[in-house]
């Protein structure tokens, strides 16, 4: 469902609020959610702003309203890849993608627009260093956040990893639970 839209129909709304297409419909006949009929019809919308004020007014989660938060993993390990996909495809709140290349990183990350990447260092093709100081240099894409994932542990290493312009860095063998949580923490998410 496109959330972007301005106006939203009651199927809609009750959808995105939990409830049922009936309550949503009492709701707006009460004036308890603001809304229009559509003219000639007895379709009723109910624009954004209305949708907000009914979901602030019942304590109802707004982050109902928004798209799923797009991450890109970029690690050369397949199997690591397929848990990642199933464990953030089951939370409901991430669209996942995944590449096992510098290269396919690049380009991933140039058709998906991920507002997180986690970045192996150590690929095949290209060190996950350069894709990271490429990615910083390219305009639509400086301000992605890239969260490095990495078996190093030498200090200068890392280091060198936030002068190229990661954000955060998480060390392997890691807690997925641990990545959610940083990834929510650096989206604003709950």
Request: charge should be negative.
């Given at each position: 469902?496109?959330?972007?839209k ?78 990642m ?10 669209e ?58 030498e ?36």
């Open positions: 469902m496109n959330h972007n301005t106006n939203f129909t009651t199927g809609e709304v009750a959808k995105i609020c939990g409830l049922s297409q009936q309550t949503v419909i009492r709701c707006f006949d009460s004036g308890r959610i603001e809304g229009f009929r559509i003219d000639g019809s007895r379709y009723r919308r109910i624009p954004r702003e209305g949708l907000v004020a009914f979901m602030k007014k019942n304590n109802i989660p707004l982050d109902r309203l928004s798209f799923k938060k797009k991450v890109l993993v970029v690690d050369d390990d397949v199997e690591l890849l397929q848990v996909q199933d464990f953030f495809e089951d939370d409901g709140r991430f996942l993608r995944t590449a096992v290349t510098g290269f396919d990183a690049g380009v991933a990350t140039k058709e998906f627009g991920p507002d997180v990447i986690l970045l192996d260092i150590m690929l095949p093709d290209v060190n996950g260093l350069e894709v990271c100081r490429y990615l910083r240099n390219t305009e639509a894409h400086k301000d992605t956040v890239i969260i490095a994932i990495s078996g190093m542990i200090r200068d290493k890392i280091e060198e990893l936030y002068e190229a312009g990661i954000d955060h860095y998480i060390q392997k063998p890691f807690d997925l639970a641990e990545v959610k949580r940083k990834i929510c923490d650096v989206l604003e998410m709950e």
